[in-house]
């Protein structure tokens, strides 16, 4: 399949290209835009044929549901059976947004969406580019992130390209995503409404609204295996194996430079993701990404995904990741490193 590559600018968007981006959507077609979060791999939500191909392109288990996206937020309406007064408030304080609600679904949502769950996951993102499409559609957009399953979500078009091009219909490319790591997902059909992945919109965002939040004990366990269906898959891997090096008793610097110079003394190439802070700390063979200064939790988000892809294809053995402080996208940064190194993780 020849993948169709459209360049947009985010603030003053071509509305000829999404319309003919947008027509794709409604012959079935996939499409990978940007949101403000991550780039997204779309199709219309309510074609179970189209949504399928999305999984097929991706290579996604298929017990894990997609997000359908909308672009105002009376479209709820059509897909969730009730609103709890819990979804009702965050969409009112965080739509349009990086917030993803889990709520009961209609029966005309297909199974192909939700995995056959009673439930349906609906965003309304803040991208321009993003609610243009949906709206030229006419219908909800099924948007996963628009990665090859298990690798780290894309955040530019190109990211988008590596991973998918010849097997999608159409590219948007309208830039970098601002925020850099995915939506926060609430289950709000819980009587305290549950948060299943941190993410754009804060833990301290969500507690301010809702009071009382409780967290997915997959969440909450660093060390234990995660137990959820869709949390128990790879995510957002690099190629080389990964070590999570958290802050214990011992300083992250420290135990970063223990065990760099273990693996440089055992002949490996060694990569390391850290923070602007450490890098100039390492020896000059380790191949190093820098993800931003270590209090910037936002810069860090946003430079994640690519520090990820980085070491690609660069000859290392062995990749060290330092871990960060889990306030505000600390969190979400912290659970995306977790997973990412496979839950090998250093703390002492
Ligand atoms: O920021 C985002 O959310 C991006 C952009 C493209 O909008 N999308 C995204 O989609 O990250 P995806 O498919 O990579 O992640 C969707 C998450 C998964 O963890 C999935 O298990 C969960 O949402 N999910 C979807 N439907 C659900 C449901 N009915 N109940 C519980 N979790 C659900
Ligand atoms: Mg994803």
Redesign the pocket.
């Known amino acids: 399949m020849r993948t169709v590559y459209y360049q947009v600018d985010p603030v003053n968007p071509d509305r000829g290209v999404l319309a003919e981006a947008a027509q794709l959507l409604r012959q079935g077609g996939l499409v990978a835009f940007p ?8 199709a219309n939500g309510l074609d179970a044929q189209a949504v399928a191909g999305i999984f097929k392109a991706k290579g ?1 288990p298929s017990d ?4 359908l ?1 909308i672009d105002t937020p009376d479209q709820l309406n059509n897909l969730a059976a009730t609103i709890p007064a819990s979804a009702q408030a965050l969409i009112d304080k965080y739509w349009p947004g ?1 917030l ?1 609600v ?1 709520v009961q ?1 209609q029966p005309h949502v297909p199974n192909a ?3 056959g ?1 009673d ?3 609906v ?1 309304l ?1 803040d991208s321009l580019i ?1 609610r243009e499409l949906i709206r030229l559609a006419g219908v909800p957009v099924a ?5 090859t399953s298990g690798r780290p ?1 894309p955040t530019t078009a190109s990211d988008v390209e590596s991973d998918l091009a010849g097997k999608i219909d159409a590219i948007i490319d309208a830039g970098p995503c601002a ?1 850099g ?3 926060t ?1 609430v ?1 709000c059909t819980t009587p305290v409404p549950t948060l ?2 941190p ?2 919109i804060t833990y301290e965002m969500l507690l301010a609204v809702l009071g009382e939040i409780e967290v997915d004990p997959a969440l909450a366990g660093t060390l234990t295996a995660p137990r959820s ?3 128990k898959y790879t995510h957002y891997a690099p190629v080389a194996p990964m070590f999570l090096i958290e802050a214990g008793q011992q300083s992250p610097a420290l135990l970063l430079q223990r065990e760099i110079s273990k693996a440089l003394a055992a002949g490996k190439a060694v990569g390391a993701i850290v923070s602007a802070e450490i890098a100039n700390t390492l020896p000059p063979q380790v191949i190093t990404a820098v993800y931003g200064p270590q209090e910037q939790t936002g810069v860090i988000a946003a430079n994640l995904y690519t520090a990820l892809r980085s070491f690609d294809n660069q000859a290392v053995d062995v990749i060290y990741a330092e871990g960060i402080a889990e306030q505000g996208l600390g969190l979400a940064v912290m659970n995306r490193l977790r997973k990412a190194s496979g839950y090998r993780i250093i703390r002492e």
């Open positions: 949101t403000e979060t991550v780039y997204g791999l779309g996604r894990n549901p997609l997000i996206h990086p993803t889990v679904r969406v939700t995995c769950l439930t349906v996951a965003r993102p993003a948007a996963p992130s628009a990665n979500s925020i790591v995915e939506s997902v289950d299943l992945r993410g754009g269906p869709g949390m």
